[in-house]
């Protein structure tokens, strides 16, 4: 049976539980949040929006004036801010952080999956900056790191159905790859016609950034890190999880595809098939694989062998 095979054996859980950075993220978020509260009624500023603590707003928030002042760890600190007038923001940050996050971590591993939070607060920033470099206006939220997640999400999951509460009331069913494309038109019209003539208060270009580092990161890292990758008639494979602790040579094995044996004739379509088969592990586990996918990896796992 292709699941008595070493390769297929789960790998045995640590002893030593490690933090899940969904929850590292919305916990270290909401207590900066809490703080915030504190630091507006013990230090107000009535001469700013929302009377919004001076040194929180002029030390971690993101703006054009903060960056000329060489304050660059705004591009990151930013998203862990949100604006204390209301609970509406912070809580659909953290709804989209727990419900796309806890399903993107196990796909992704820990740290790829900070990765991707982090690189999308950080090229949100830079996209708003790029329009706002010339003003103070400063912006707060951990949108442009929900954007990355959700971008992901629907690129590796498009035709999943998913189920949302529009307005935290309307239930609505739909496709991730109608929610991806809704979301970027809706960004780029949101720049045009509210963020850029001044009508809204809504960091649409934040959001935008975010959706880019999602793409970039699902065609650079998670899309070129697993399975198989061809070229100049050789094939190389990396590790799957499942796969690591087998071997105990380096993490890719090249082999040579023999288009001209009689005896495999199919050996030269293999590498294709079991990308796609690895990616299809990677999103939905092994339990979705049909007994011709199974029979392609013992197949790579002959050949690999040799």
């Not at 659909?92 to 607060?121: T, V």
């Not at 008639?233 to 993490?251: I, L, R």
């Amino acid at each position: 049976m292709l699941y008595d095979r070493v390769y297929m054996r789960q790998p045995q859980e640590s002893t030593t539980k490690q933090w899940s950075g969904v929850y590292l993220l919305m916990w270290t978020t909401i207590g900066i949040f809490i703080l915030q509260q504190v630091l507006n009624v013990m230090f107000p500023n009535p001469y700013m929006r929302d009377n919004e603590n001076l040194f929180m707003n002029e030390w971690f928030s993101l703006s054009g004036g903060n960056f000329q002042q060489l304050k660059v760890w705004t591009l990151f600190s930013y998203s862990f801010l949100h604006s204390t007038q209301g609970f509406l923001h912070i809580l659909s940050n953290m709804l989209g952080l727990f419900f796309i996050g806890r399903m993107l971590e196990p796909i992704l591993g820990r740290h790829k999956f900070l990765i991707l939070y982090f690189g999308g607060a950080f090229l949100g920033g830079l996209v708003y900056l790029a329009l706002h470099f010339n003003t103070n206006i400063p912006v707060v939220g951990a949108s442009a790191a929900i954007f990355a997640l959700l971008a992901l999400f629907c690129l590796l999951r498009p035709e999943q159905p998913v189920t949302l509460l529009l307005f935290f009331i309307l239930p609505i069913t739909l496709k991730p790859r109608y929610l991806f494309w809704g979301s970027l038109v809706i960004s780029l019209l949101g720049i045009l016609f509210y963020e850029l003539p001044g009508k809204s208060n809504i960091a649409h270009s934040a959001h935008l950034g975010g959706l880019i580092a999602g793409i970039l990161f699902y065609r650079y890292i998670h899309h070129r890190g697993s399975g198989f990758h061809s070229g100049n008639g050789s094939a190389t494979v990396e590790q799957p999880a499942w796969f690591k602790g087998h071997k105990k040579t380096d993490h890719r094995y090249t082999y040579q595809v023999n288009r001209s044996n009689k005896h495999d004739a199919n050996r030269g379509d293999l590498p294709g098939e079991v990308d796609r088969i690895l990616d299809k592990i990677n999103t939905s586990g092994f339990g979705s694989l049909s007994d011709r996918e199974k029979n392609a990896l013992e197949r790579a796992k002959d050949l690999l062998s040799k």
